[in-house]
């Protein structure tokens, strides 16, 4: 009873919703507007499988009824494969339903801000970090996403210190957001001349990219630095005081911008990291106050402290979130993360379905 009760409670307001999204007058707030949108797919699909499942039962008691009538042995056995097939599909919504039924992530459907740094092990973590970064911009390719290079702070040895990248796509934050963590690769170094294999690692910090209507800056909190851009670059890099940075002088957070030629562009992209991370400071405080024990998701970056270990000599991958291993590191650099993306969400669910917090 209690589940159908919350079943009707659902369906009134998804039809509050329909019918608040047909007002004119909900566009002149775009906040407003999105959060709508957003209730309105998650209740659209509440409401479409709560239908299947009450069509497919009217069909199976229909089919019983006429059992009862039936004239044939054959017939009867036909009504029978019928019903199976229909409890089959019952059972089938039902597990669909209990999944769309389970509290969604405040945060499905928002664009991705990943950032990389190389963290313990000098040089070499920052090559492995722009392993990284080339590894999630061919995923971001083959699940069809667009992606932008926001910034990238190249290393002596052509790795990265720091590179942000922007990934634009609806189920982006789904796939990407267990990625968030140390990583440790166990291989030889180029820069090692023994063949000795070291172990270093980069951090990986998932963001949400975060809407103006997400998060307002109060333009008085910002001290804005512009300075002259360093490293390679054509025109304009090294000669005009291009390269921004901005700090959020309440939050203490510092984001800088170089790769472009315009100190605009460099600052629209400074403003756009800067929200994402203040979005995601504040839910982090959120989650605080609900878990004491919740982990910091990049921790200090400590090879003890990995959620995932490359091994080259092996062609090993291991999460060790979920105790996955393959043996497709080279398939898993080239975009392949599908399978352990899989996995991830599925212990996710399951994890969910236990009643465990995430």
Same mark, same amino acid.
């Given at each position: 009873?209690?589940?159908?009760?919350?079943?009707?409670?659902?369906?009134?307001?998804?039809?509050?919703?329909?019918?608040?999204?047909?007002?004119?007058?909900?566009?002149?707030?775009?906040?407003?507007? #999105?959060?709508?949108?957003?209730?309105?797919?998650?209740?659209?699909?509440? *409401?479409?499988?709560?239908?299947?499942?009450?069509?497919?039962?009217?069909?199976? +008691?229909?089919?019983?009824?006429?059992?009862?009538? @039936?004239?044939?042995?054959?017939?009867?056995?036909?009504?029978?494969?019928?019903? @199976?097939?229909?409890?089959?599909?019952?059972?089938?919504?039902?597990?669909?339903?209990?999944?769309?039924?389970?509290?969604?992530?405040?945060?499905?459907?928002?664009?991705?801000?990943?950032?990389? $740094?190389?963290?313990?092990?000098?040089?070499?973590?920052?090559?492995?970090?722009?392993?990284?970064?080339?590894?999630?911009?061919?995923?971001?390719?083959?699940?069809?996403?667009?992606?932008?290079?926001?910034?990238?702070?190249?290393?002596?040895?052509?790795?990265?210190?720091?590179?942000?990248?922007?990934?634009?796509?609806?189920? +982006?934050?789904?796939?990407?957001?267990?990625?968030?963590?140390?990583?440790?690769?166990?291989?030889?170094?180029?820069?090692?001349? /023994?063949?000795?294999?070291?172990?270093?690692?980069?951090?990986?910090? *998932?963001?949400?990219?975060?809407?103006?209507?997400?998060?307002?800056?109060?333009?008085?909190?910002?001290?804005?630095?512009?300075?002259?851009?360093?490293?390679?670059?054509? /025109?304009?890099?090294?000669?005009?005081?291009?390269?921004?940075?901005?700090?959020?002088?309440?939050?203490?957070?510092?984001? +800088?911008?170089?790769?472009?030629?315009?100190?605009?562009?460099? $600052?629209?992209?400074?403003?756009?990291?800067?929200?994402?991370?203040?979005?995601?400071?504040? /839910?982090?405080? /959120?989650?605080?106050?609900?878990?004491?024990?919740?982990?910091?998701?990049?921790?200090?970056?400590?090879?003890?402290?990995?959620?995932?270990?490359?091994?080259? #000599?092996?062609?090993?991958?291991?999460?060790?979130?979920?105790?996955?291993?393959?043996?497709?590191?080279?398939?898993?650099?080239?975009?392949?993360?599908?399978?352990?993306?899989?996995?991830?969400?599925?212990?996710?669910?399951?994890?969910?379905?236990?009643?465990?917090?995430?």
């Amino acid at each position: 009873m209690e589940f159908i009760e919350k079943l009707d409670t659902l369906r009134t307001e998804y039809d509050a919703v329909v019918e608040e999204l047909a007002d004119p007058s909900v566009y002149s707030d775009q906040k407003r507007f #999105k959060e709508l949108s957003r209730r309105h797919k998650e209740l659209e699909a509440i *409401v479409n499988c709560a239908t299947d499942i009450k069509s497919v039962e009217g069909d199976i +008691a229909s089919a019983n009824e006429l059992i009862e009538m @039936a004239d044939s042995d054959d017939e009867i056995a036909e009504l029978r494969e019928e019903i @199976a097939r229909l409890e089959e599909r019952r059972t089938k919504l039902n597990e669909e339903l209990e999944v769309l039924l389970l509290p969604r992530d405040e945060n499905d459907g928002k664009n991705v801000i990943l950032e990389i $740094r190389g963290a313990e092990g000098g040089e070499e973590a920052n090559l492995f970090a722009k392993d990284l970064f080339e590894m999630y911009i061919r995923y971001a390719d083959r699940m069809g996403w667009k992606n932008e290079v926001l910034g990238a702070d190249p290393s002596e040895r052509g790795g990265y210190n720091e590179a942000t990248l922007l990934v634009k796509g609806e189920d +982006a934050w789904r796939r990407l957001k267990h990625e968030g963590g140390p990583h440790r690769v166990q291989r030889v170094p180029v820069t090692e001349s /023994q063949g000795r294999i070291h172990t270093s690692s980069a951090t990986v910090t *998932v963001l949400p990219e975060a809407d103006e209507v997400d998060v307002h800056i109060d333009p008085n909190d910002l001290r804005i630095d512009v300075y002259r851009s360093t490293g390679p670059g054509g /025109q304009s890099v090294n000669t005009t005081d291009s390269a921004v940075r901005i700090t959020h002088i309440p939050s203490g957070l510092v984001v +800088a911008m170089q790769d472009e030629k315009s100190q605009i562009q460099n $600052r629209a992209k400074a403003l756009q990291v800067l929200r994402a991370r203040l979005l995601k400071m504040e /839910q982090d405080k /959120q989650e605080e106050a609900m878990s004491s024990a919740r982990r910091s998701q990049v921790g200090g970056g400590g090879r003890s402290e990995k959620i995932r270990t490359y091994n080259f #000599k092996e062609n090993r991958i291991t999460d060790h979130r979920i105790g996955l291993t393959i043996y497709k590191l080279d398939r898993v650099l080239f975009g392949e993360l599908d399978e352990i993306s899989d996995a991830l969400l599925l212990d996710e669910r399951a994890r969910q379905l236990g009643g465990e917090d995430d």
